[in-house]
């Protein structure tokens, strides 16, 4: 994006061409260009001024990327990104259904925050939605929304794809899909979307769509509970950890909220189709044409759209900058919510899977932790009845020790808790280090008495 110059020379401000009448407020005196491609201004005139002889606005969207260790401007058409793959969303706040994707455009309904939509089709700033529960459909801008944890998404191309008559490269050709389609597929194989287009069903290659996962910190497995996500591999889910998970097993996702993927590039040197770029700073700028005595038709820029986050505190860090580091242990609640609890340099909790909040009374160190389905939040020898808010003793150490010496009539040279498991019937279970074996015991929830498990 280039730059834009708010300091004019006085011999451009006295010439013809950049002289313009400026309002009782020239002090807060705004630039104006010729075009949105102008690489200097040539005039000011007050906020004032510009803003009565307006005649129309358009929206510009553009982000600022890192990729390879290099930082690149690309327009909004070159990226997409989760908000774009989400198929059912919650409004942010209360706003407005909007008759067509203008800010000026008639209502048609007004939403109260956490109203579900169903979005039917996007661009770099705009959402056609239509209510989950009810008949209005219209226009939303897509910052003002938040996708669901449990929404599996939709998939988009990010080039014309055959579709196949059966699941493998060398099958005939159905038909094509054109770029940037949003399908829903009615089964994942072999590597191949089974999907519905103009009444034809067929198989297209996977690798050439976009989707959720891409995006994706944590997935939730149906076998794994929540799981830290590295990246995509076709129909697979790769961990941080190196397990696969086949994609058709995953029933939603957290995203990386700074994550892109470039779905069209200009340069052959900058970010290729597909590839995965950090987003530093993403801007929806406003620009408004005036008719100014003298200039004609001018631009300038009103507003930019996005509010900049509020700075994080020291104890509250996003699951983007909890994935640049090792994760000890994590647990949520279950597959309907993202609150629970992760070990990582600290113990720290979230309401939302987003943000994480350090829990002090652990300090810097790491412990196991769990979340039993009763409501009972562990962390190493600790319990929380109350949601992760406080947290009280829960395993004497000479009780397991004692246990363990009945069970194998020796001392244990350490005791340190490895790993708990919550188990049916209030019942919880942990793994011991002793610094000869690993000693697994259970217990109630309560703690009273611990039992060996010799098997």
Not at 251 to 275: D, E, K, M, W, Y
Not at 297 to 322: C, Q
Not at 338 to 350: A, I
Request: charged share 25%.
């Amino acid at each position: 994006m280039r730059s834009l110059f708010l300091g004019v020379s006085t011999l451009l401000l006295l010439s013809p061409l950049g002289h313009a009448a400026l309002g009782t407020d020239a002090s807060s005196a705004l630039s104006f260009f010729r075009s949105k491609q102008s690489l200097f201004p040539s005039g000011q005139a007050s906020r004032t001024e510009l803003e009565s002889k307006m005649v129309h606005t358009e929206i510009e969207f553009s982000y600022q990327v890192n990729w390879d260790r290099k930082t690149y401007n690309l327009e909004s058409d070159q990226i997409l990104r989760d908000i774009q793959t989400a198929r059912f969303v919650d409004t942010k706040t209360a706003c407005e259904i909007l008759a067509d994707n203008r800010r000026d455009a008639k209502s048609v309904k007004s939403l109260s925050p956490k109203s579900t939509l169903e979005i039917l089709e996007t661009d770099s700033y705009w959402a056609r939605v239509k209510e989950k529960n009810g008949k209005a459909q219209g226009w939303v801008p897509l910052h003002l929304l938040q996708a669901r944890h449990e929404d599996t998404g939709v998939f988009v191309n990010v080039i014309d794809t055959y579709l196949r008559k059966r699941p493998e490269i060398p099958s005939g050709i159905v038909t094509t899909l054109p770029r940037l389609r949003r399908v829903i597929p009615l089964a994942i194989e072999k590597g191949f979307l089974k999907i519905q287009f103009e009444n034809q069903i067929g198989y297209a290659d996977i690798n050439n769509f976009v989707s959720r996962a891409d995006f994706a910190n944590l997935a939730y497995s149906v076998k794994s509970n929540w799981i830290t996500v590295n990246y995509r591999n076709g129909d697979m889910l790769v961990t941080t950890t190196g397990q696969q998970i086949p994609l058709k097993d995953i029933l939603g996702f957290a995203p990386n909220q700074h994550r892109g993927i470039v779905i069209r590039t200009s340069r052959a040197t900058g970010p290729q189709i597909h590839s995965r770029v950090e987003i530093i700073k993403p801007e929806a700028n406003v620009w408004a044409i005036s008719r100014l005595d003298g200039h004609g038709e001018v631009w300038w820029k009103k507003s930019n759209l996005l509010v900049e986050e509020e700075p994080k505190s020291a104890t509250t860090i996003t699951t983007d900058e909890l994935m640049k580091r090792e994760i000890y242990s994590l647990a949520f609640e279950n597959k309907n919510s993202l609150r629970g609890l992760v070990s990582s340099e600290g113990v720290y909790r979230t309401e939302d899977g987003l943000t994480w909040t350090l829990i002090p009374q652990f300090g810097k160190k790491n412990y196991p932790v769990n979340i039993h389905p009763n409501g009972t939040w562990f962390v190493g020898s600790y319990k929380s009845n109350n949601e992760g808010k406080s947290f009280d003793p829960f395993i004497r150490w000479d009780q397991i020790a004692s246990a363990i010496e009945g069970a194998y009539h020796r001392n244990s040279r350490l005791l340190r808790l490895t790993q708990i498991e919550a188990l049916p019937n209030s019942q919880v279970q942990i793994y011991v280090d002793t610094g000869i074996s690993k000693v697994k015991l259970r217990s109630s929830l309560e703690g009273g008495s611990w039992s060996v498990i010799k098997n």
